[in-house]
Structures are given as structure tokens and as C-alpha cells.
């Protein structure tokens, strides 16, 4: 018989077996196309409810057993890269997956990659100070930074709400700056922020 995945907490529709938690996992770094950390993979799955832990950290021990993915140093973190037998893997047996669980899947790898890359390319620093707090934004670039703004907050639910925003949408904040302190708006074009939040939780 089948063995079926742990279900407590996974989404009806989603995927339901081994297999099929493997080849999810395998489509997923395929489709990033770089090596993924297990955390961001299981945010990402998880926050859409694909997968049950348990099953996704079982599947990913059987697909390093197998050499579907090898651990690998990415950017200084320690992350895994799809092999060319997990590559194989996933477009061999995409099609075993439902659309919207690839769809949805696909989705939350790209808003999770998306926000770890402007983590790292963007500092916002918190502390606390006598009176409050304050937040430091920086955008930064090969040689000086492009942007650092320091703002007074009242409280430290605040300067996370800032950090949020900022970081959805880092250039946002730089055109908006740009545009009030030089009064050149034509340069930055029109100040509209991105859809999308980038935090699930």
C-alpha cells in the first residue's frame, strides 16, 4: 500500500504523497534555479500549507540519500542544490503535481527568495534609545551607500511595521526621498508601491 503523508495542517487539494512531496520539492528548486536553504523552502511551502513538516523534512533526507539534492554553501549559508538527476526528476513527473499546488508552490518560493535577497542587499537596524526608538534604513550599493535614513519611532511595533515596508519595497523609499529632497519627481517616475507583501506571517 502507499504511504500516505502526514495531512494535520496541509491545505485539501495539496499534495498527499511521498512521491509527490519529493517531486514538489524537486520542482521547486528547480523552477528557483539556485540552491535554496531548507528553511526557505519550508517557508514556502508551509505559509501555502503544501506539505506537512514532518513529511517535508522526512522527503528531504530521502532526496539527499538518493543524491537528488547534494548540500551545498550558497552565499554564505548553508543551502541545497538540486542535482542534474533531481533536475531530471522534476520534469519527468511535474505533471503528477495539480496546477495550483505548482502554482502556489512556485509563488511562495519567489516572494521568499525575493525577500531574502533584499534582506541581504538592505540593512535596517532597531534600537532602543532613551525616549523611543529608532530605525535605520540603508540601501546599499557596490561602493557608498545609495541611501541611509534614520527615523524616531515611539514604539518598537512601529519601526517593525517601517521595516515591513521598506523592505517590500526597498527603491520606493529611495524615490521618495530622492523626489522630496531634490524636487526632481520626473527622474524617479511615478511613486507606486508594489502589490505584493512579502511577509506571510
Given at each position: 500500500?502507499?504511504?500516505r503523508a502526514?495531512?494535520?495542517?496541509?491545505r485539501?487539494?495539496?499534495?498527499?504523497?511521498s512521491?509527490e512531496v519529493?517531486?514538489?520539492?524537486?520542482?521547486?528548486?528547480?523552477?528557483?534555479?539556485?540552491?535554496?536553504?531548507?528553511?526557505?523552502?519550508?517557508?514556502?511551502?508551509?505559509?501555502?500549507?503544501?506539505?506537512?513538516?514532518?513529511?517535508?523534512a522526512e522527503?528531504?533526507?530521502?532526496?539527499?540519500?538518493?543524491?537528488?539534492?547534494?548540500?551545498?554553501?550558497?552565499?554564505g549559508?548553508?543551502?541545497?542544490a538540486?542535482?542534474?538527476?533531481?533536475?531530471?526528476?522534476?520534469?519527468a513527473?511535474?505533471?503528477?503535481?495539480?496546477p495550483?499546488?505548482?502554482?502556489?508552490?512556485t509563488?511562495?518560493?519567489?516572494?521568499?527568495?525575493?525577500?531574502?535577497?533584499?534582506?541581504?542587499?538592505?540593512?535596517?537596524?532597531?534600537?532602543?534609545?532613551?525616549?523611543?526608538?529608532?530605525?535605520?534604513?540603508?540601501?546599499?550599493?557596490?561602493?557608498?551607500?545609495?541611501?541611509s535614513?534614520?527615523?524616531?519611532?515611539?514604539?518598537?511595533?512601529?519601526?517593525?511595521?517601517?521595516?515591513r515596508?521598506f523592505?517590500?519595497?526597498?527603491?520606493?523609499?529611495?524615490?521618495?526621498?530622492?523626489?522630496?529632497?531634490?524636487?526632481?519627481?520626473?527622474?524617479?517616475?511615478?511613486?507606486v508601491?508594489?502589490q505584493?507583501?512579502?511577509?506571510?506571517?
Amino acid at each position: 500500500m502507499e504511504y500516505r503523508a502526514f495531512t494535520e495542517g496541509v491545505r485539501p487539494g495539496s499534495v498527499t504523497t511521498s512521491h509527490e512531496v519529493m517531486v514538489l520539492i524537486c520542482y521547486l528548486m528547480d523552477k528557483a534555479g539556485q540552491p535554496v536553504s531548507f528553511k526557505e523552502l519550508n517557508s514556502a511551502l508551509q505559509s501555502q500549507e503544501l506539505v506537512n513538516y514532518f513529511q517535508f523534512a522526512e522527503a528531504m533526507e530521502s532526496l539527499r540519500k538518493s543524491g537528488h539534492i547534494l548540500p551545498q554553501e550558497y552565499q554564505g549559508e548553508s543551502c541545497f542544490a538540486l542535482t542534474d538527476l533531481g533536475r531530471q526528476a522534476s520534469r519527468a513527473f511535474e505533471e503528477d503535481l495539480p496546477p495550483a499546488v505548482r502554482e502556489r508552490g512556485t509563488r511562495a518560493m519567489d516572494r521568499i527568495l525575493t525577500l531574502v535577497r533584499r534582506q541581504k542587499e538592505n540593512k535596517v537596524e532597531i534600537r532602543q534609545v532613551e525616549d523611543g526608538w529608532q530605525i535605520t534604513l540603508t540601501i546599499t550599493d557596490i561602493g557608498s551607500d545609495l541611501m541611509s535614513v534614520t527615523i524616531f519611532m515611539p514604539t518598537r511595533d512601529a519601526c517593525e511595521r517601517i521595516r515591513r515596508r521598506f523592505l517590500n519595497d526597498p527603491m520606493l523609499t529611495y524615490k521618495g526621498v530622492f523626489a522630496l529632497l531634490t524636487g526632481d519627481t520626473k527622474t524617479v517616475g511615478e511613486l507606486v508601491s508594489s502589490q505584493e507583501d512579502l511577509f506571510q506571517d
